[in-house]
């Protein structure tokens, strides 16, 4: 109740009139966060209903927590068994004076000392992420006197958990600030974008410093290690020499190898996936229309084949594994800003995204994971898909009345 008291008594001087009125977007979010708004709708038309925009975000933060956990314990866990491959004795750092001030040895065999040694990855590009994108939404909701909205902290997380763990922290802080400000706010902030703010950064990221984003050997960071993903594997030697480098389907799926921080556990984001859409959050459609896409386009490719892009031969259960495609299609293609917004239109859009990735993947050899730039470009299309179905649904009704 304290608490409470005295924010009201502040309240006056961040409201219209107060001393500090300017401010009053930073006063909103820090009492909103804490509390639940006191504000309600007043005049009709409205609708009531117990879900609001604060719980659906915190339900979406929530459903990334299997793939936060796993994707600390696995970035530690590659990299533990990196040092033990590489016989290091000693590894420079900051991170392994924390760990040897702890006791903690470099050990793949100790989930404690894998979720440690991760941890020392995730939570600085987190804390950046939240940083340098929390200013601008801040800086943005201020000039406009607009209230700080909570789809930033889903931004952040997700850009946290689709970036490698080598990414250098200046890099992690521009990609928010380009998919903030140039993907989200330019055009009105949350709910106004048509483009995923955390895919815009990771772009951005990918073609601006392509040496930091892909390549063998920043996926583990360990310096002088250098070791392939499942995707990168597959385009050089086929689904067969996959075992060569001890990656399986069962290993796959686990997340138990190397790749972006929250994008290697198939698991962890099925487990996500129901918890989204148990609670509503998610549209089944989407998720539908994704696979179909993705699996009737990988049987097409399989039944045409190719001599010389063994690519062509990853079955749909392989593609299903690697690379960030479930993560996208849990947290990514679901998302109800950018993707399309009536019941046909989400079936089209998610299969236009399936399609996509499985096209860029395979026919692209020079860009093995195509996930990204298959939602970005659908995000595109999405009103376009809305405006042909709502278009189709009068005419059919005309017809039916005429």
């Given at each position: ?121 995730f939570f600085p590009i987190y804390i950046v992420t939240l940083a340098v ?270």
């Open positions: 109740m304290g608490l409470r008291s005295g924010l009201d008594k502040l309240a006056p001087h961040f409201e219209k009139g107060g001393k500090y009125e300017k401010f009053y977007a930073i006063y909103e979010m820090v009492d909103t966060f804490l509390y639940t708004p006191k504000t309600v709708t007043k005049a009709a038309p409205h609708a009531r209903d117990h879900m609001d925009l604060k719980r659906v975000m915190t339900y979406v933060v929530l459903a990334t927590v299997p793939c936060i956990l796993m994707g600390m314990y696995n970035t530690g866990y590659q990299a533990n068994s990196a040092i033990a491959a590489m016989g290091m004795s000693e590894v420079p750092g900051w991170r392994a004076a924390i760990l040897s001030g702890l006791g903690i040895g470099f050990n793949a065999e100790s989930i404690f000392a894998n979720m440690v040694h991760g941890a020392l990855y994108g929390g200013f601008f939404e801040v800086l943005f909701a201020t000039i406009r006197g607009h209230e700080v909205n909570e789809g930033f902290l889903v931004s952040s997380m997700l850009y946290s958990l689709i970036l490698p763990a080598s990414t250098p922290l200046w890099q992690v802080g521009l990609g928010i600030a380009f998919g903030v400000v140039l993907g989200k706010e330019v055009f009105g902030g949350t709910g106004k974008n048509f483009l995923n703010p955390a895919l815009t950064g990771r772009a951005f990221l990918y073609f601006a410093y392509p040496a930091s984003m892909s390549g063998d050997s920043v996926w583990t960071p360990v310096d002088g290690f250098s070791g392939a993903t499942a995707l990168g594997v597959t385009a050089a030697e086929g689904v067969a020499g996959l075992a060569d480098h001890g990656i399986t389907w069962t290993s796959s799926f686990l997340g138990t190898i190397q790749g972006s921080f929250g994008e290697t556990s198939v698991l962890a984001a099925a487990i996500g996936m129901v918890f989204l859409v148990y609670t509503g959050i998610a549209n089944y459609r989407l998720i539908v229309g994704c696979l179909a896409g993705m699996i009737g386009f990988t049987l097409l490719l399989n039944t045409v084949g190719s001599d010389t892009n063994p690519m062509f031969a990853m079955p749909w259960y392989w593609h299903l594994v690697t690379g960030g495609f479930m993560f996208g299609l849990v947290f990514m293609v679901t998302e109800p800003v950018t993707a399309a917004m009536t019941n046909p239109g989400r079936y089209i859009y998610g299969a236009l995204i399936g399609a996509m990735c499985i096209l860029i993947r395979v026919i692209n050899p020079a860009f093995p994971e195509g996930m990204m730039l298959a939602i970005l470009f659908a995000n595109i299309f999405a009103p376009l898909i809305d405006y042909y179905v709502v278009k189709a649904n009068i005419t059919r009704r005309v017809k039916r009345h005429a």
